[in-house]
């Protein structure tokens, strides 16, 4: 069994990104059974997560995505305190097609090979949460699975209508709007965080469009950093 390979990153500044090489581990497409079945349901009906989070500099950030420049790679960062600690590059396939709505289980078990063991307090992941006609986007999957706060952050608007400041199914608040630059971005609850928190870390965590652990994660898996 080929051994898990992962480079930690003791304070590092953006500034070095460029030295950093995260090693790709070998093809793999093998998932557990398991968390697929936290997939056959759901429930409209959430425990309440009032509680903030504690935002301090010692409070380990990450972020999952995939890029699909050649064969599709995962990327996870940690960051702490806007300085990256860990990175993990995770080559694989990704079989199942692209459906709206279905990103769950064309990244799902890609995104979870990569997070794998990392210490992280918060994940913000690279799609939908709760804003999501079943409730089950990739962020909440994903959460349910690691058990883990996490925060949804799309691009692009999959389901419900604006309001304002916010995404609703009727009279469900189920998202919320954010003027980042020119063109918004959509946070949602991902699992374990309330929709209030969700949008504070998000607005903290974001430079320019999207978040930052999103954003190097997705530099750094397609070759760019």
Do not use: W
Not at 175 to 186: F, M, N
């Amino acid at each position: 069994m080929a051994s898990e390979q992962e480079r930690s990153v003791a304070s590092v500044g953006l500034g070095a990104l460029a030295e950093q090489k995260a090693v790709e581990e070998p093809m793999v497409s093998s998932f557990p059974h398991s968390c697929f079945l936290l997939t056959s349901s759901y429930f409209k009906v959430f425990p309440k997560f009032d509680k903030p989070l504690n935002v301090f500099s010692t409070m380990l950030v990450a972020g999952v995505d995939i890029s699909y420049r050649g064969n599709p790679v995962a990327c996870a960062v940690v960051m702490k305190d806007f300085k990256l600690v860990k990175v993990r590059k995770v080559g694989g396939e990704v079989n199942f097609p692209y459906i709206p709505g279905l990103l769950r289980f064309r990244e799902g078990p890609l995104m979870l090979k990569a997070l794998a063991g990392l210490e992280f307090d918060v994940l913000f992941v690279d799609g939908n949460g709760r804003l999501h006609p079943e409730r089950k986007g990739l962020a909440t999957f994903i959460g349910e699975v690691l058990d883990k706060p996490t925060i949804g952050v799309a691009k692009s608007l999959l389901f419900g209508e604006v309001k304002g400041n916010y995404v609703y199914d009727g009279k469900e608040r189920i998202g919320a709007v954010l003027k980042t630059r020119s063109r918004p971005i959509y946070v949602s609850v991902g699992h374990k965080i309330s929709l209030e928190e969700a949008v504070r870390l998000t607005k903290k965590y974001t430079k320019y469009r999207i978040p930052e652990p999103i954003r190097l994660a997705h530099l750094i898996g397609s070759g760019c950093l």
